[in-house]
């Protein structure tokens, strides 16, 4: 399958979804994502995150590549 140059992870998810629905389970996690999939990157008025942001953030990061690595290895 080929896959559009974007970085909404929710749209993404609904690709890959198509071919396998385990996906499915990551849409909390893309939801916690994705502000910080572009415009994070980029200069502008962001607040610093507070340890527990950070906590979560972190955990629904390494929840995705945890569940991809698993489906590509």
Do not use: C, Q
């Not at 572009?38 to 979560?56: F, K, M, N, Q, S």
Request: hydrophobic fraction near 50%; glycine fraction near 4%; proline fraction near 3%.
């Amino acid at each position: 399958m080929r896959f559009a140059n974007i970085h909404d992870l929710s749209k993404l998810l609904a690709l890959a979804g198509s071919i396998d629905v385990g996906f499915d389970r990551l849409a909390d996690a893309a939801e916690t994502l994705a502000p910080f999939a572009v415009e994070i990157r980029h200069p502008g008025d962001w607040d610093d995150l507070t340890r527990d942001e950070y906590a979560e953030v972190k955990l629904a990061a390494e929840e995705m590549v945890e569940f991809v690595t698993e489906r590509v290895e």
